[in-house]
């Protein structure tokens, strides 16, 4: 079935730090994919989304890009806030073909960001 | 911007007890979900529901599980008979289609004891 792999965590850097948290999956045909965002002690919030390949996501500084040849969708931000702390979690559409279900979000493990000041 | 509103934002239940999450989608939404999450673990689908009807449901939604819309508002998860493992967040979602994305509520802390 369809699935999604994060890097793992907990992922510590100083603020105004590069930031890339990877993110590869496994779909049969081109997905929607998605970023989400929680932060501690709130539900989830939708970061960003890519629709098609080789669409850019984008929001709050934050982006990834639907690369359909390396199976992947990083999320990238070039100068992290200590505001950023949270957990990020990619995830994709549940395949209806593969048996996982016609609906839903498969997501992955999720990535615990923190941010020094 | 609209939201997905859930009540209780935490309920405490003894064991066996029976437990209704309260969730208020977005109002044009079509699609509605439920998610939980055990503490410290990945978030997990447990079933999804359009058109008045279960249109997929995972391994975890069992016969103690069951869903309703009763008054085109309201979506409920029910948990019959409550177990201890059953302690999780509890994320209600709903989508206008699923290719934009899921609104996701703030979540009920379900602890069972």
């Known amino acids: 079935g369809d699935s999604v792999t994060q890097m793992e965590g907990p992922v510590t850097l100083s603020e105004e730090a590069f930031l890339t948290i990877n993110c590869t999956y496994t779909a049969t045909g081109y997905p929607s994919l998605f970023w989400y965002v929680q932060y501690p002690g709130e539900g989830l919030q939708l970061l960003l989304k890519?629709?098609?390949?080789?669409d850019k996501g984008s929001n709050k500084g934050f982006e990834a890009t639907y690369r359909k040849e390396t199976t992947s969708f990083h999320l990238e931000k070039g100068s992290v806030q200590v505001s950023d702390s949270a957990v990020y979690f990619c995830a994709l559409p549940q395949n209806m073909y593969s048996g996982g279900g016609a609906d839903g979000l498969t997501f992955g493990k999720g990535t615990h960001l923190i941010i020094q000041p | 911007e609209p939201e997905v509103t859930q009540t209780p934002s935490h309920q405490v239940t003894q064991m066996g007890q029976e437990v209704i999450l309260r969730c208020v989608p977005i109002?044009?939404?079509?699609?509605f979900y439920w998610y939980r999450q055990i503490l410290g673990q990945k978030v997990e689908f447990l079933v999804s529901?359009?058109?008045?009807?279960?249109?997929?449901k995972s391994e975890i939604f069992d016969d103690q599980f069951s869903v309703e819309r009763p008054d085109g508002s309201n979506f409920t998860l029910k948990i019959r008979s409550t177990k201890l493992e059953d302690s999780a967040m509890y994320f209600c979602?709903?989508?206008?289609?699923?290719?934009?994305?899921?609104?996701f509520g703030s979540g009920t802390r379900l602890t069972v004891v």
């Open positions: 109002s044009n939404h079509l699609y």
């Open positions: 529901f359009y058109n008045n009807e279960i249109s997929e």
């Open positions: 979602a709903s989508s206008e289609n699923r290719d934009y994305g899921y609104t």
């Open positions: 890519a629709t098609k390949a080789d």
